[in-house]
C-alpha cells in the first residue's frame, strides 16, 4: 500500500494541464499530481475505515463460526480441589468382647484436609440437533459478514464515482466558465471600442460590464466547488501513511458516455435478483432463523452425555474413595410452563418475517432497475439532444457577435447567446456525470460495481 501511495502522491511529476487550474495551483504551491479512477479506487479499498471495520466484523465472525463447530468435540477438564471439613472423618463400630463387655472402636476414613488434582472429559453425544443448528447459523451469519462488506464496497464505490467524476466535471466546468469569461471579456472590449467609435450607447457597455462582473464571479465560484468536491474525495482515499494537505488532485480519467449502451432490463432484473447483497443478506438472515427454529425445537428433546474422570494426585485422600469413574447422563424436561412451546412460536413467526422481508425485497430490487435502467437511457438521450444543441448555440453566438461587431445586434443578443451555449455546455456534462453515476448505481442493485472500472476502459466519449 505504501508504494501504491508514494508512487501516487510522490513520484508522478507534475504536468502540463489544458486548463486555468494548474495556473491557479502553482501559485499557491501545492503539488499537482495525477490521479486515475483505477488508482482512487485501489487507494480507497486499502485506506477506507468503513470497509477496515468490516473486515474486521467478517473475522470476527469467521472465528465465530470456529467456536461454534467446538461444540462437536469432547470437553476436556482440568480441575483442582481443596477442602477442609469441620473434623476428621471417622467410623464408629461396636465391637463385644468376652469378658470386657461392649465398646465402640473408631477408625479415620479421611483426613479433614484433603487435596485432589484430576481431570476428565464431557461428550454430549445428543442433544436434538441443537448444535447443529447453532453451527448453521454461525456459519451463515459469516457469509452474512461477507454480504455485508461488498455491500459497503459497492456503497462506497458509488460514492467515489459521485466524487471522483463530480471532480472531473468541477474542472470541466472551470473550464467551460473559464472559456466563456474569456469571451464575455472580449465582448466587453468590443463594447467599449464601439461605444467609443458612436456605435454603441453608454447603456450597452455597461450591460457588458455587468455580464463581464457575473462571469468572472462564477469563474472563482466554479473554483471553489472544485476544492469542495476535492477534499469530499481525499475523505475517501486517505490514509495515516500519507499526508494529503498539500496535495492537489488532477483526475486524468475523463468522463464517460457510452452512445452504443446495450442494456437487456430482464437481464438485469434477473442479476439483481441473483447477486444483489442485500438479497444475500436476507437469505442468509432467513437460513439463521431457520438454524434458531430448530434449535428451539430441539429443547424438546433429551441431552445425553457420556463422561469420564480421573484424580491424578491427591493428598490425604482416602484409600477407600475410587480415583477414576466412566457414566452417562440423560436429561429430560418434562414441563417448563410452556415456555419451550412459545419459544418455538416465536421462532417460527420470525422465520415467516424474514420470508416477507425477502419477497418484498425482490419487488423493490426489480422496481429500482426499472427506474434506474430508464434513469440511464434518459441522461444518454439527453446527451444526445444536447450534442445538436451545442452546435446550435455555438452558431447562434457567432451571428450575435458579427451583427453586434457590425452594429446591427444588441449587447443583450450577445450576453444571452452567450449564456445559452454556456447553459448547453453544463447540462452537457450532467448529462454525462449522471450517466456515470446512474450506471454505477444500476451496477451496485446487480452486485457488481467492480464492472464499472471496465466500463471506464472501454469510454467511447472524450472531451
Not at 495525477?34 to 467478517?58: G, W
Request: include cysteine.
Amino acid at each position: 500500500m505504501k508504494k501504491l501511495l508514494n508512487s501516487v502522491l510522490i513520484s508522478l511529476a507534475i504536468i502540463f494541464c489544458s486548463n486555468a487550474y494548474c495556473s491557479e495551483v502553482q501559485k499557491t504551491g501545492l503539488e499537482l499530481v495525477d490521479l486515475s479512477f483505477e488508482q482512487a479506487y485501489q487507494l480507497m479499498l486499502e485506506n477506507n475505515y468503513s470497509l477496515k471495520a468490516y473486515n474486521e466484523a467478517i473475522e470476527k465472525s469467521k472465528f465465530e463460526k470456529r467456536a461454534a463447530l467446538g461444540e462437536f468435540s469432547p470437553k476436556v477438564i482440568l480441575n483442582s480441589t481443596y477442602i477442609h471439613f469441620s473434623e476428621d472423618m471417622n467410623l464408629h463400630t461396636p465391637v463385644t468382647i468376652p469378658g470386657l463387655g461392649s465398646m465402640t472402636t473408631t477408625s479415620r476414613i479421611q483426613d479433614q484436609n484433603l487435596f485432589t488434582l484430576g481431570g476428565g472429559v464431557v461428550w454430549n453425544i445428543f442433544t436434538g440437533g441443537k448444535i447443529l443448528s447453532n453451527h448453521a447459523a454461525a456459519r451463515a451469519m459469516y457469509e452474512a459478514s461477507n454480504y455485508k462488506y461488498k455491500e459497503v464496497k459497492d456503497n462506497l464505490t458509488v460514492e467515489l464515482v459521485k466524487r471522483y467524476f463530480g471532480l472531473c466535471m468541477a474542472h470541466e466546468v472551470a473550464d467551460v466558465r473559464l472559456k466563456n469569461l474569456e469571451c464575455v471579456e472580449q465582448h466587453l472590449k468590443d463594447a467599449k471600442l464601439l461605444e467609443k467609435e458612436g456605435m454603441i450607447s453608454k447603456a450597452e457597455r455597461l450591460h457588458a460590464e455587468v455580464a463581464y462582473s457575473n462571469a468572472k464571479r462564477d469563474y472563482k465560484a466554479s473554483l471553489r466547488d472544485m476544492n469542495i468536491v476535492e477534499e469530499g474525495l481525499k475523505t475517501l482515499i486517505k490514509s495515516e501513511d500519507a499526508n494529503l494537505k498539500n496535495i492537489r488532485i488532477q483526475p486524468n480519467t475523463v468522463l464517460f458516455m457510452h452512445d452504443d449502451m446495450t442494456i437487456d432490463l430482464n437481464e438485469m432484473k434477473a442479476n439483481a435478483l441473483k447477486n444483489n447483497p442485500q438479497l444475500k443478506q436476507l437469505a442468509e438472515k432467513r437460513k439463521i432463523m431457520s438454524a434458531k427454529y430448530h434449535a428451539k425445537a430441539a429443547d424438546y428433546m433429551p441431552t445425553i452425555s457420556i463422561f469420564a474422570t480421573d484424580i491424578f494426585a491427591s493428598s490425604h485422600l482416602s484409600e477407600a474413595v475410587p480415583h477414576a469413574a466412566i457414566g452417562g447422563t440423560a436429561n429430560w424436561l418434562i414441563f417448563d410452563g410452556l415456555k419451550r412451546e412459545n419459544n418455538l412460536l416465536a421462532a417460527k413467526h420470525e422465520r415467516k418475517m424474514v420470508d416477507y422481508e425477502i419477497e418484498d425485497a425482490k419487488y423493490n430490487i426489480e422496481t429500482l432497475v426499472t427506474k434506474q435502467y430508464e434513469e440511464l437511457m434518459k441522461q444518454q438521450e439527453n446527451y444526445e439532444s444536447l450534442k445538436q444543441d451545442l452546435e446550435k448555440a455555438e452558431e447562434a453566438l457567432r451571428v450575435a457577435n458579427l451583427s453586434f461587431k457590425e452594429g446591427f445586434g444588441t449587447s443583450l443578443q450577445v450576453t444571452d447567446a452567450q449564456m445559452m451555449l454556456l447553459k448547453v455546455k453544463i447540462d452537457r456534462l450532467n448529462a454525462i456525470y449522471n450517466f456515470d453515476v446512474t450506471l454505477t448505481d444500476l451496477l451496485k442493485t446487480n452486485g457488481d460495481t467492480n464492472e464499472i472500472l471496465n466500463y471506464i476502459s472501454a469510454k467511447n466519449t472524450n472531451f
